[in-house]
């Protein structure tokens, strides 16, 4: 054998068949299948023997989101301050995103009041409503979002989950470590490298572990799809429908709203980041998780569509989750 032979690195090798199978073929043949399974053990009414058989299905898909869900925290804080730390960011850049939050804030309230007046799908049909007849309301506190934004302690948020609170953190942190660095650049000195170095070994191995977690994501929606449809069947979607239709009308007018940005506002094409973002719109829809969408958001927005680093952290860490809870809040 030759010296040639003998010394091939593991990146030459050829990946495993499945890996090479596109996320998102994946995920719709884990649709199909999960949809004859629970075809097959029920469909809404499953044989009680197949109770434990059923249950257990979403044991991967719980797990699988959890463990996305885990790994939204860690992955904003250190694609944040990795962002900061090596990435030069003009102040324009945090003028537009403060725009664009506002903006497609705006456009989604009009959006769901346009769809909810017109098809008006409350009446279409009987749903299943609380019998609490108690309405709750709560009006708009500026200074209750702004205080819900600070967190009471540094490691808080990242026990709790808080998304916010947490972007805040790592705002703060990354702009206070960028400054120490631009000064210790200006005079010749070199402290911040070693904890530069260690945000980016942190970085990249967080992405390592959701590489993990998202090649499991497809088990994950076999599980939940398949104990769905054989518990209750189809009909959650029948009882539904007219809600279904109102949600992705709602949605089709937002995704028309978001490309006309996309194909005006930036170099991408509107084909390739739908093309590009698949893996994600389909999670999303699947697992019906924001939060679990988000870190697989955030990786394809830098494989297929090809944005930089900052660009997708500011756009898939920092800005949709603020949008997603101002729009909450509104």
Known sequence: MSQKESTTSPETKASPWWQRIPLTLQI???????????????????????????????IPAELVLKALRALATPLILVAV????????????AGRRLAVLLLTNTTVAILVGLLVANVLRPGTWGNVATSTSTEITTQSLDPWGILKDAVPEAVLKPLVDNNVIQLIVIALSFGI????????????????????????GILFEAVVRVLN??????????FGIVAKTVAMQGFAPFKSLGAFIVAVLLALLLQACYYLTRVKFGSWVQPLKFLAGGSDAFLTAFS????????????????????????????GALVGANFNKRLFEKF
């Open 28 to 58: 719709l043949i884990a649709l199909v299948a999960a949809v004859s399974v629970g075809i097959a053990l029920g469909a809404g009414n499953p044989n009680p023997s197949n109770a434990t058989l059923i249950n257990n299905l979403a």
């Open 81 to 92: 301050l990795h962002t900061l730390m090596t990435t030069n960011i003009p102040g324009t």
């Open 176 to 199: 206070v470590l960028r400054g120490l660095k631009s000064e210790q650049i200006a005079q010749g000195k070199k402290g911040y490298q070693p904890i530069e170095d260690v945000i």
């Open 212 to 221: 993990w977690v998202i090649a499991l994501v497809p088990f994950a929606v």
């Open 287 to 314: 697992t019906s998780s924001s939060a679990a969408a988000m870190p697989i958001t955030f990786e394809v927005l830098q494989t297929k569509v090809g944005l930089r680093e900052s660009s997708a952290a500011l």
